[in-house]
């Protein structure tokens, strides 16, 4: 069993490998011509971000994207960087976070987090032209130019849009 384990974790790891930043460079957030990056932290705090992340070469992982914008993220313990549990250490590691209706909640990242509070992941790609939510996790999302993505702190059943207030 210990060799089957020490020749599957560097190949998990080896796939797990991002991009380099020179794959990026920052775009004007006013007329993005790359990626635009929208992250909305809905209840854990007012402000929500707006980026934009030009692609030097055709596609990128929105992971890698979301990373060079200047978010960092956490996934969590049983899927990786498929769920995303925290962004820029949102929701808090030590802190309970509120929802009505709930009872104060620390988020461990051990497992998939509670319907009454996580991360979603949006898209939209030139095609659509609407949001929607992204098919795949953040780690095998690939983007082009021109899409958007977008993460938003859900809570108690509320998924606002990416851009909502």
């Given at each position: 069993?210990?060799?089957?384990?020490?020749?599957?974790?560097?190949?998990?790891?080896?796939?797990?490998?991002?991009?380099?930043?020179?794959?990026?460079?920052?775009?004007?957030?006013?007329?993005?011509?790359?990626?635009?990056?929208?992250?909305?932290?809905?209840?854990?705090?007012?402000?929500?971000?707006?980026?934009?992340?030009?692609?030097?070469?055709?596609?990128?992982?929105?992971?890698?994207?979301?990373?060079?914008?200047?978010?960092?993220?956490?996934?969590?313990?049983?899927?990786?960087?498929?769920?995303?549990?925290?962004?820029?250490?949102?929701?808090?590691?030590?802190?309970?976070?509120?929802?009505?209706?709930?009872?104060?909640?620390?988020?461990?990242?051990?497992?998939?987090?509670?319907?009454?509070?996580?991360?979603?992941?949006?898209?939209?790609?030139?095609?659509?032209?609407?949001?929607?939510?992204?098919?795949?996790?953040?780690s095998s999302l690939l983007l082009t130019s021109g899409d958007t993505v977008g993460l938003v702190f859900s809570s108690a059943g509320d998924t606002p849009l990416p851009t909502d207030p």
């Amino acid at each position: 069993m210990l060799r089957l384990i020490l020749l599957v974790v560097p190949l998990l790891l080896a796939g797990c490998v991002s991009s380099t930043s020179s794959a990026f460079a920052m775009g004007s957030a006013q007329d993005c011509q790359g990626v635009t990056v929208v992250v909305n932290y809905g209840i854990l705090q007012e402000d929500r971000s707006t980026q934009c992340v030009d692609l030097l070469e055709g596609e990128a992982v929105a992971l890698d994207v979301l990373n060079f914008a200047g978010f960092e993220l956490e996934g969590t313990e049983t899927f990786g960087d498929q769920v995303v549990c925290r962004v820029n250490a949102q929701p808090s590691a030590t802190e309970a976070f509120l929802v009505e209706g709930e009872d104060p909640y620390v988020e461990t990242c051990a497992d998939m987090p509670p319907a009454f509070g996580y991360w979603a992941l949006w898209l939209k790609t030139n095609e659509l032209g609407e949001w929607g939510y992204a098919e795949s996790g953040v780690s095998s999302l690939l983007l082009t130019s021109g899409d958007t993505v977008g993460l938003v702190f859900s809570s108690a059943g509320d998924t606002p849009l990416p851009t909502d207030p």
